[in-house]
C-alpha cells in the first residue's frame, strides 16, 4: 500500500516521522498535496500533555488542521477540472446526516470529527483526502506564506457572525493570541467603533496596538472571549453594557467557571456560544485575506519545514513572542 510521509505523536512530547496510508479519493473526495500547516493551541496541548481537554491521545496521530495545499485527485462526482487547484482545507468532518448538520448548523453536529483531532490524523503529512466542498479554492491574492491562517480566519469571522452586529458598537475582546488578534481585524473591517483587547502579555498588547486596538474602559456592547481563562471570561461579562452580548470563542478552560449570572439576567446579555466555523465561514475569510481587509503576514513569526515540527512545537510552546507558527511542507 502507497504510504505519505508525516509526523504523529505517540504521547507527550513524543513526536516522530513516520508513514500513513494515503487511501484512494472516494466518491465527493478530492486529495490534498499539503504545502502548508499552521500550528494551534490545541495541537500544543496535544503536544505538551498528550491531551487536549478530555480527548487523550490513545495511538498515533498525525496532528495539524490549519493548512492549505493543491488539489492532486479528484474522486467519482467531482470535476475533474479542480485538479490543479490551490484550496484552503476546512478541517471538520460533521456527519451531515442529523438533524444540526441537515438544519446547515454543521459545526454543532454531535457526529462531528476534525482532522487534527485524536484519533483523527491531520494535515502534518504529504496529503489529506478531504470532501471536495472543504476544500476553498484561493485566489492568487492569497499567496502561500498566509495561506494556511484562513482556517483561523475562518473561526474569526464565524465569531463576528455570532456576535453581530458590531457595525458602530464598543467591542472588547479578551485575549490576544492569533484568534484575538483577528476577531480584533474582523471586528474593524466589520465598522466596530472601537475594539479594546486585553491579555496579559506585553508582547501580544503590543501586536494588538499595531492592529489597530485601543486602550479603554467599559461598557462594551459586544465581548469576545478568546482566552477561554474563566476570570478573563468573568470580567467580560462584568463590562458588558445592558443588553450587551458575550461570545465564547476559546475553550473555557474549566467546565463550570463562576460567572455573574445575576448580571446576565438583570440587564439581558445574551451569552452565545461560539464553535470552529459554520456555513460561508471559510469563504468569508478568504474573500477577506484576498482583499487585504485583514493582515494575515503580521501574524506569522516563525516557519519550519516538517522535519522541524518538534522543535516548532517547543517554540511555539516556551516563546510568548509566537503568534502563529507555520510548517511549510
Ligand atoms: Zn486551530
Ligand atoms: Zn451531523
Same mark, same amino acid.
Given at each position: 500500500?502507497?504510504?505519505?510521509?508525516?509526523?504523529?505523536?505517540?504521547?507527550?512530547?513524543?513526536?516522530?516521522?513516520?508513514?500513513?496510508?494515503?487511501?484512494?479519493?472516494?466518491? /465527493?473526495?478530492?486529495?490534498?498535496?499539503?504545502?502548508?500547516?499552521?500550528?494551534?493551541?490545541?495541537?500544543?496541548?496535544?503536544?505538551?500533555?498528550?491531551?487536549?481537554?478530555?480527548?487523550?491521545?490513545?495511538? @498515533?496521530?498525525?496532528?495539524?488542521?490549519?493548512?492549505?495545499?493543491?488539489?492532486?485527485?479528484?474522486?467519482?462526482?467531482?470535476?475533474?477540472?479542480?485538479?490543479?487547484?490551490?484550496?484552503?482545507?476546512?478541517?471538520?468532518?460533521?456527519?451531515?446526516?442529523?438533524? $444540526?448538520?441537515?438544519?446547515?448548523?454543521?459545526?454543532?453536529?454531535?457526529?462531528?470529527?476534525?482532522?487534527?483531532?485524536?484519533? *483523527?490524523?491531520?494535515? +502534518?503529512?504529504?496529503?489529506?483526502?478531504?470532501?471536495?466542498?472543504?476544500?476553498?479554492?484561493?485566489?492568487?491574492?492569497?499567496?502561500?506564506?498566509?495561506?494556511?491562517?484562513?482556517?483561523?480566519?475562518?473561526?474569526?469571522?464565524?465569531?463576528?457572525?455570532?456576535?453581530?452586529?458590531?457595525?458602530?458598537?464598543?467591542?472588547?475582546?479578551?485575549?490576544?493570541?492569533?484568534?484575538?488578534?483577528?476577531?480584533?481585524?474582523?471586528?474593524?473591517?466589520?465598522?466596530?467603533?472601537?475594539?479594546?483587547?486585553?491579555? &496579559?502579555?506585553?508582547?501580544?498588547?503590543?501586536?494588538?496596538?499595531?492592529?489597530?486596538?485601543?486602550?479603554?474602559?467599559?461598557?462594551?456592547?459586544?465581548?469576545?472571549?478568546?482566552?477561554?481563562?474563566?476570570?478573563?471570561?468573568?470580567?467580560?461579562?462584568? $463590562?458588558?453594557? @445592558? /443588553?450587551?452580548? +458575550?461570545?465564547?470563542?476559546?475553550? @473555557? /478552560?474549566?467546565?463550570?467557571?463562576?460567572?455573574?449570572?445575576?448580571?446576565?439576567?438583570?440587564?439581558?446579555?445574551?451569552?452565545?456560544?461560539?464553535?470552529?466555523?459554520? @456555513? /460561508?465561514?471559510?469563504?468569508?475569510?478568504?474573500?477577506?485575506?484576498?482583499?487585504?481587509?485583514?493582515?494575515?503576514?503580521? &501574524?506569522? *513569526?516563525?516557519?519550519?519545514? &516538517?522535519?522541524?515540527?518538534?522543535?516548532?512545537?517547543?517554540?511555539?510552546?516556551?516563546?510568548?513572542?509566537?503568534?502563529?507558527?507555520?510548517?511549510? &511542507?
Amino acid at each position: 500500500m502507497t504510504q505519505d510521509k508525516a509526523v504523529l505523536l505517540h504521547g507527550a512530547r513524543d513526536l516522530r516521522a513516520g508513514r500513513v496510508p494515503r487511501g484512494e479519493a472516494g466518491p /465527493g473526495q478530492v486529495r490534498v498535496a499539503v504545502r502548508g500547516v499552521g500550528l494551534c493551541g490545541s495541537d500544543l496541548h496535544y503536544f505538551a500533555d498528550g491531551r487536549n481537554g478530555t480527548n487523550v491521545v490513545r495511538a @498515533p496521530t498525525v496532528l495539524g488542521h490549519e493548512g492549505f495545499g493543491v488539489i492532486t485527485e479528484t474522486g467519482p462526482g467531482v470535476p475533474g477540472d479542480r485538479l490543479g487547484e490551490r484550496v484552503a482545507i476546512e478541517p471538520a468532518a460533521p456527519c451531515l446526516r442529523c438533524a $444540526a448538520c441537515l438544519s446547515g448548523r454543521y459545526n454543532v453536529c454531535p457526529n462531528h470529527t476534525c482532522l487534527g483531532s485524536p484519533p *483523527t490524523h491531520g494535515l +502534518l503529512r504529504e496529503s489529506a483526502l478531504v470532501p471536495a466542498q472543504f476544500a476553498h479554492p484561493l485566489p492568487d491574492s492569497v499567496p502561500d506564506e498566509v495561506a494556511s491562517l484562513i482556517e483561523p480566519l475562518a473561526v474569526a469571522t464565524w465569531a463576528l457572525d455570532r456576535g453581530a452586529p458590531v457595525a458602530g458598537r464598543r467591542v472588547l475582546v479578551t485575549g490576544a493570541g492569533p484568534i484575538g488578534l483577528l476577531v480584533l481585524q474582523a471586528a474593524r473591517a466589520h465598522g466596530a467603533a472601537e475594539v479594546v483587547v486585553t491579555d &496579559l502579555s506585553p508582547e501580544r498588547l503590543r501586536a494588538a496596538a499595531a492592529l489597530g486596538a485601543t486602550t479603554g474602559e467599559g461598557p462594551f456592547d459586544v465581548a469576545f472571549d478568546c482566552s477561554g481563562a474563566p476570570p478573563a471570561i468573568r470580567s467580560a461579562a462584568s $463590562a458588558l453594557a @445592558p /443588553g450587551g452580548t +458575550l461570545v465564547l470563542v476559546g475553550v @473555557p /478552560g474549566e467546565p463550570e467557571p463562576a460567572f455573574p449570572l445575576q448580571l446576565v439576567q438583570r440587564y439581558e446579555f445574551d451569552i452565545r456560544g461560539c464553535f470552529r466555523y459554520g @456555513p /460561508g465561514a471559510f469563504a468569508t475569510a478568504i474573500a477577506w485575506a484576498a482583499d487585504g481587509r485583514v493582515d494575515l503576514a503580521a &501574524l506569522v *513569526t516563525s516557519r519550519f519545514s &516538517l522535519d522541524e515540527t518538534a522543535a516548532a512545537l517547543e517554540a511555539a510552546l516556551t516563546d510568548r513572542s509566537q503568534l502563529k507558527v507555520v510548517i511549510d &511542507l
